[in-house]
């Protein structure tokens, strides 16, 4: 398997712009984990789902943030308006149920100026 | 509140030399435990994990960690570290019972001296 893939690994865009991270999970992976990393903040959990259904995002930032599970095998994180503090590295992970052994993609590196 | 605390922010030591990053967490029940490492660029990848039975695990490249249930600690072991080891660390609680989150520890930055 080719692991969890996220898209793009780099993202570069102005204030105000609206930015959408991808990433697909492992297959037959049920669960699926969005993660924030920063200096400040280290790594925080904003959203997960379980069977594609969203399950907590109480990490959710505000309301800038949104995130989607249309099918297995994809989801998004939107920002809009992005902001320069929303720059960060956002990683995907994805396990075989909520409580199983997270596996995390790369990362996206988002900057936003 | 749950919280994982890894007190080290930065290690530097001697390739050859021993090793043991610090974990302990505050939670109410028996947790799930894991170590990850992250090297520069690179998503996590998992060390090694606890669940339940022998306290002492095993991992990857040589790691291993014990859970001491009394002191709530998952300290992280390695007796000979090697240069590839450079990279952070972080310790991870995975919450049961319901909301199966992860919270995870600031992190340790290992550096590895020739």
């Known amino acids: 398997d080719a692991g969890v893939i996220q898209s793009p690994r780099h993202e570069v865009t102005e204030m105000g712009q609206e930015v959408t991270l991808r990433c697909k999970p492992i297959?037959?992976?049920?669960?699926l984990f969005w993660y924030r990393q920063t200096m400040m903040r280290g790594l925080e959990l904003l959203i997960y789902?379980?069977?594609?259904?969203?399950?907590?995002d109480s990490g959710m930032p505000e309301d800038r943030f949104s995130a989607k599970m249309p099918n297995a095998s994809f989801s998004t994180l939107k920002i809009q308006p992005s902001e320069p503090r929303d720059s960060a590295v956002y990683f995907c992970?994805?396990?075989?149920?909520?409580?199983?052994?997270?596996?995390f993609g790369a990362g996206t590196r988002l900057s936003v100026l | 509140a749950q919280s994982v605390t890894q007190p080290d922010i930065h290690i530097t030591v001697s390739e050859g030399a021993s090793l043991e990053l610090r974990c302990n967490y505050s939670y109410g029940a028996t947790p799930y435990l894991f170590w990850y490492v992250q090297s520069p660029g690179q998503g996590l990848q998992l060390l090694l994990k606890y669940f339940s039975g022998d306290t002492l695990v095993q991992g990857i490249k040589g790691f291993e960690a014990e859970f001491k249930r009394s002191q709530s600690s998952f300290n992280l072991r390695k007796p000979s570290v090697h240069w590839s080891d450079a990279a952070e660390y972080f310790c991870a609680v995975g919450l049961a019972g319901g909301t199966y989150k992860y919270i995870f520890g600031t992190g340790t930055r290992l550096k590895v001296l020739a």
């Open positions: 992970a994805s396990s075989l149920r909520p409580e199983n052994i997270q596996y």
């Open positions: 789902f379980n069977n594609n259904v969203p399950i907590d």
């Open positions: 297959s037959g992976h049920n669960s």
